[in-house]
């Protein structure tokens, strides 16, 4: 038998893997919808989010769901992830040792939900997923086959909360996003309601 969300998520809590889990508050599973055709992944919980175990929910998630907005998207449109499903401390980047023993749990995430676009938040998600040489301030807004998914990279929310001159070329990203939704998804806005 396959996995089910509710399943993975209860394993997901209990992981024991490496030593983030003895810092956490929360392990920061993912939110949205399970049937979206568009998965969205960050490297890892912040200080907000370890506290409230939902990803995005800080300043970075403010901005993000303005960004999602912009293209006429919310929360209930996409599932939100991240590498690492707890908090690195001080918000340091995961290790690789920290992203190793996590990615199992993406990777059946995204079996699941088996999304037609996945877009990489901020070089960490971009180097794991679609190119370890991925240079983010070079690469942002290329698409990616990777494993029948469409992929692309995109400035984090933090950094565009840091340096506010990347915006121009995140909203470029996002329209090319919105582009490319138009051309490959299925669902359109009373599919989104029913959903």
Known sequence: MGDSWEALKRECAGCRECA?????????????NPKAEILLVGEGPGANEDQQGIPFVGRAGQLLDDMLAIIGLDRTKVYIANIVKCRPPENRDPLNVEQEACIGYLRRQIALLRPKILVCLGRIAAMR???PKLRITKDHGVWYDVDGMRMMAMYHPSALLRDPGKRPEAFDDLKALQREIGRICEHTEADWRKL
Do not use: A, E
């Open 20 to 32: 983030l889990c003895q810092t956490r508050h929360s392990v920061v599973f993912g939110i949205g």
């Open 129 to 131: 997923l679609m190119d």
